[in-house]
């Protein structure tokens, strides 16, 4: 196994992923497995399609403004983003969690290693204050 990763959910379980593809889906599944997210959902595409049809609907100009600020694109790349969510095992990245926070309103904290080799997190929240300051 040459690209091995490892993965821990909220409960500290621990997950060995032997391919990139397979660790977006587990990132979806963290949330769905965790105890405070109540959603009416019980699989990874459920979710994907439910954060897909927000990101299209009424809150499609916020969500494309998310999409922009985190990834600098226009809003045609958007559109082709939400197509790739989905598809089943595609790392969904930051701004698919973002959305979900504005959908759900449930907090994600990313805890990571910076380049310094220092221990650093990120929440969804604190992205969209900085996203959208103005919205509720």
């Given at each position: ?38 959603a009416?959902?019980?699989t ?19 969500c ?12 045609d ?40 080799k ?19």
């Amino acid at each position: 196994m040459t690209n091995v990763t490892f993965f821990r959910d909220s409960n500290g379980n621990f997950y060995i992923i032997c391919d990139v593809a397979a660790l977006g889906d587990c990132a979806v599944l963290a949330v769905l497995g965790n105890p405070n997210f109540k959603a009416p959902l019980c699989t990874v595409q459920e979710l994907r399609r439910a954060v897909v049809s927000f990101a299209q609907g009424g809150a499609a100009e916020e969500c494309s403004k998310v999409y922009a600020v985190l990834k600098g694109l226009q809003a045609d790349a958007f559109d082709v983003y939400l197509q790739q969510v989905l598809q089943p095992r595609f790392w969904v990245g930051t701004e698919f969690f973002v959305w979900l926070t504005m959908m759900y309103g449930v907090e994600i904290i990313v805890h990571y290693f910076s380049s310094h080799k220092e221990v650093s997190q990120e929440s969804t929240l604190g992205l969209l204050k900085t996203c959208l300051p103005d919205s509720v």
